[in-house]
């Protein structure tokens, strides 16, 4: 019964924690993520955010990203949250920063360390520096070198693209 007892209350200890973790993906190689865009039927807008808990303006910006989940996630609206933190750093930064900033949009580790060669793939001119933001729908790429100061520019940024390639934003929630 003492047993009993000490694993419920481990369990009710440990549990919470466990709770509030996010949920994510690691993808050993760039292709994965490729793979993943290319599942996206071409009517859905993806808005993919590279970032690393190591980035302070990426950091600062997330927010901006969950409000813009949650305003618009639906089945042709998708927001992204590549992560390049190293999978080394997985349990002592990556997951106690997911935990605190309880983000609410699909994430992916990328964990390729061949930057050289998949970084070219995201964006020619790309030199990798974070945050980066690229919005894509079917063949329609746009990209953002520079973290967003508010909620208001990331949206409008969104809202551009929609309009240069012809595609209404969906509607939001708020």
């Given at each position: 019964?003492?047993?009993?007892?000490?694993?419920?209350?481990?369990?009710?200890?440990?549990?919470?924690?466990?709770?509030?973790?996010?949920?994510?993906?690691?993808?050993?190689?760039?292709?994965?993520?490729e793979?993943?865009?290319?599942?996206?039927?071409?009517?859905?807008?993806?808005?993919?955010?590279?970032?690393?808990?190591?980035?302070?303006?990426?950091?600062?910006?997330?927010?901006?990203?969950?409000?813009?989940?949650?305003?618009?996630?639906?089945?042709?609206?998708?927001?992204?949250?590549v992560?390049?933190?190293?999978?080394?750093?997985?349990?002592?930064?990556?997951?106690?920063?997911?935990?605190?900033?309880?983000?609410?949009?699909?994430?992916?580790?990328?964990?390729?360390?061949?930057?050289?060669?998949?970084?070219?793939?995201?964006k020619?001119?790309?030199?990798?520096?974070?945050?980066?933001?690229?919005?894509?729908?079917?063949?329609?790429?746009?990209?953002?070198?520079?973290?967003?100061?508010?909620?208001?520019?990331?949206?409008?940024?969104?809202?551009?693209?929609?309009?240069?390639?012809?595609?209404?934003?969906?509607?939001?929630?708020?």
């Open positions: 019964m003492r047993t009993l007892y000490t694993l419920t209350l481990l369990s009710l200890w440990l549990l919470p924690g466990a709770l509030s973790a996010q949920v994510f993906k690691i993808y050993d190689n760039f292709s994965q993520l793979e993943r865009i290319a599942q996206a039927p071409g009517s859905t807008l993806l808005v993919i955010n590279f970032w690393a808990t190591y980035c302070k303006p990426c950091r600062e910006e997330l927010p901006y990203f969950n409000a813009l989940h949650e305003k618009y996630a639906n089945s042709d609206f998708r927001v992204i949250l992560s390049l933190d190293f999978k080394s750093e997985l349990e002592k930064k990556f997951i106690p920063f997911l935990r605190d900033a309880a983000l609410r949009p699909e994430i992916i580790l990328l964990a390729d360390r061949y930057q050289d060669e998949w970084i070219p793939r995201v020619p001119d790309w030199p990798g520096t974070l945050p980066l933001t690229m919005l894509v729908l079917g063949n329609n790429r746009a990209f953002r070198e520079e973290e967003f100061q508010n909620f208001g520019e990331l949206e409008q940024f969104v809202k551009d693209f929609c309009e240069k390639v012809g595609q209404p934003l969906p509607e939001g929630s708020n």
